[in-house]
Structure formats: structure tokens, C-alpha cells
């Protein structure tokens, strides 16, 4: 067998398992889900799940007759 076939066979092989190393579908990672299939699908979910609930607060604090000034700040806060 050449070497070049033998250097392709062993680029393409899957490394065993590891023993202790769990497997997951996606983590976070400095702020953005990666899936195991690296799609954005996870990630978009995640931001519309968060920003969602954010302004389901804002909303409800808004109408629990908070001021604008106060509004502002929490707005600035969370949406870091």
C-alpha cells in the first residue's frame, strides 16, 4: 500500500472513545451554544429565550407604573 493511501486511511478514521468524557448535543461556550452538529439553530433559540423574557419584564414593570428613568437603567443592565 503507498503511503499516501496509508496517510489517507488514518486521516479519516473516527479516534476511539474516550472512557470518562461525557458526550453532549451542544454546550455554551463565552456566551454562544454550539451544537454537536454546529448549527445556529441552538444559539438563535437560546438569544430569542432570553430576550424574550427580558422584555416580558420590562413589559410588566412598564406597566406597574415604574418611571422611564428606572426603566432605562434595568433596560441597560439586562440587556448586557
Not at 451544537?35 to 424574550?52: E, G, P
Amino acid at each position: 500500500m503507498p503511503i499516501v493511501e496509508r496517510l489517507c486511511l488514518c486521516l479519516f478514521r473516527a479516534p476511539p472513545p474516550l472512557q470518562d468524557v461525557q458526550q453532549v448535543l451542544s454546550c455554551r461556550l463565552l456566551g454562544t451554544v454550539i451544537s454537536s452538529s454546529l448549527s445556529a439553530r441552538d444559539h438563535v433559540d437560546y438569544i430569542l429565550t432570553v430576550s424574550s423574557q427580558r422584555l416580558y419584564l420590562l413589559n410588566k414593570l412598564k406597566y406597574a407604573a415604574m418611571n422611564m428613568k428606572a426603566l432605562t437603567v434595568i433596560f441597560s443592565y439586562t440587556a448586557r
